[in-house]
């Protein structure tokens, strides 16, 4: 029988022993699988969805209804610092500035987030026709098919981590590489939707996340079995300690409630890598009892080398029960690789077409229109290029330090972005970008929330992007890979001198120098 103090003990135990990596894994989680939102766009997108606002109070209002009527008003700290700070500090853009004017404005961290929460996820806003409805279809089967695949691979990463010390960030990338990601991605869909269902019943939804909490961590040890064993399994290992897991969850308050004064930031660096190394310990121990009372389909569960103590840095991969050779390599992925000059150049024109792509999606689903962003007529944005491969190429020395890697991507990436802005202006007199108005800005050129975006993308690239796209490039034919790049300069370098003379301009493209 499993006790919450063993189970925070262990996990406290497993965080520390490879804390920055399991940081870094919840970090690359919340950019990957959640996602980030521009506000401007959301909003210009919730224009149009609904006709008519509605009445009703918010969420947060009715909270902090129930708040203020229970609260001496006027005789708390926090309210006179948040009352200054909003008195003397206003932006008008970006998420950041949305959540900083909302604490303000209630004169309360916490449901001054609450609040700014609640406008960017329910607002009576929308858009309409079906190029928001494609862009629905289209979050929808990123959240099937990546963020839920992601989800596994982090309680793999987890697991290895209690036996391993040099777990690999590489590990959420798991079901893919045993070629089993179709299967998990089913089987972490079905769980979803039937807990869209259950939530309906309001309790119902509470009682089956819990039912179904084993489920990826079931999927990490073994991705091979089926979806209805694995359901079956879950509510088996459950049986009885659901309430006690809820239990375990409100054990967490008051971490929850110091991440209130941090701004969030708490959160991230320390309380939910620690839930989700204590879940890892749960997992271990209601698996330990389903072996030895031999649950239905227990049988499943048969990666022992996860739960063996071993003097080995690394999870022997050639030992799991799914090896194949290509697993081999993936484990062995080398972020401190040495790149070629053509794989740089490609990498550099992938990049550069991934933001372009962003850039248009965010235009496209928050607008409705299409616009061709960047200085350049062709479909790539050289400053997300040119960021990438910097920070591929000055930032691999710091790999097995994922924090100061965010960081530097940051600080490289912002400099980047501020200095190319500058020289557009100087050059051009003219805004391809204007951030005047975010929380935190520096001459409209950068802001925070740009450059947390930065740092989190860096992280992509150096640990995931940069080395898969590295893989592929090695694929193409040394001669077709050459031919490739001196084409894509030629035209690049074509498009950069009419560029110059001609810069692509327009609305929503240089239309920021209204603002």
Not at 146 to 156: F, I
Not at 331 to 338: L, P, V
Not at 466 to 488: G, M, Q
Request: charged share 20%; hydrophobic share 45%; proline share 3%.
């Amino acid at each position: 029988m499993w006790s919450r103090k063993e189970l925070k003990r262990n996990g406290k135990k497993n965080l520390k022993k490879n804390f920055w990596r399991v940081v870094g894994i919840s970090l690359l989680i919340a950019f990957i699988a959640s996602g980030l939102k521009v506000t401007q766009h959301v909003d210009n997108a919730a224009l149009y969805f609904v006709n008519g606002r509605f009445n009703t109070p918010t969420n947060a209002q009715i909270m902090n209804d129930w708040y203020q009527s229970v609260r001496q008003s006027g005789d708390l700290e926090e309210n006179r610092v948040i009352t200054y700070l909003g008195e003397h500090y206003k932006p008008k853009k970006g998420v950041l500035a949305h959540i900083y004017n909302k604490m303000t404005q209630e004169k309360s961290a916490l449901y001054g987030f609450v609040n700014a929460m609640n406008d960017i996820l329910f607002k009576d806003k929308g858009t309409q026709g079906m190029v928001i409805l494609a862009g629905v279809v289209l979050l929808l089967l990123f959240y099937a098919f990546v963020s839920n695949v992601l989800r596994v691979g982090q309680c793999r990463f987890l697991l290895e981590n209690r036996s391993y010390t040099q777990s690999k960030i590489g590990r959420l990338l798991f079901p893919w590489r045993v070629k089993r990601g179709k299967k998990t991605a089913f089987t972490m869909f079905k769980m979803s939707f039937f807990i869209f269902l259950w939530d309906l019943t309001v309790i119902g939804g509470i009682i089956k996340r819990y039912s179904y909490k084993m489920i990826p961590y079931i999927l990490a040890e073994n991705p091979d079995i089926g979806h209805r064993e694995a359901f079956i399994l879950s509510r088996r290992m459950m049986r009885g300690n659901k309430w006690r897991a809820f239990v375990l969850d409100w054990s967490f308050i008051g971490w929850h409630i110091l991440n209130v004064f941090t701004l969030g930031i708490l959160n991230h660096v320390w309380t939910i890598p620690y839930t989700e190394t204590v879940y890892a310990e749960l997992y271990t121990a209601l698996r330990r009892e389903a072996k030895e009372k031999q649950y239905a389909y227990a049988e499943y569960l048969n990666d022992k080398l996860l739960f063996t103590e071993s003097e080995e840095e690394e999870y022997p991969v050639e030992k799991y029960p799914l090896y194949n050779p290509e697993t081999r390599q993936w484990i062995k992925i080398n972020y401190k690789r040495k790149y070629s000059v053509r794989s740089l150049i490609l990498m550099f024109f992938a990049f550069s077409m991934i933001g372009w792509c962003w850039e248009v999606a965010l235009h496209l689903f928050g607008d409705g229109v299409f616009v061709n962003r960047g200085f350049f007529y062709g479909p790539w944005l050289p400053i997300y290029g040119t960021g990438g491969v910097l920070v591929v190429i000055l930032l691999k020395r710091f790999v097995d330090r994922p924090l100061l890697t965010f960081f530097m991507a940051m600080l490289v990436c912002g400099v980047v972005e501020y200095f190319v802005g500058f020289f557009l202006w100087e050059f051009k007199h003219m805004y391809w970008w204007n951030y005047s108005g975010y929380f935190l800005n520096l001459h409209g050129r950068i802001c925070a929330e740009g450059l947390i975006i930065f740092g989190l993308g860096g992280c992509a690239f150096l640990y995931l992007i940069a080395p898969f796209f590295d893989e592929l490039f090695k694929k193409i034919p040394k001669k077709a890979a050459i031919i490739a790049c001196v084409i894509l300069l030629a035209v690049f370098a074509v498009d950069g001198v009419y560029s110059m003379v001609n810069p692509n301009s327009g609305e929503g493209i240089t239309s920021y120098e209204n603002h």
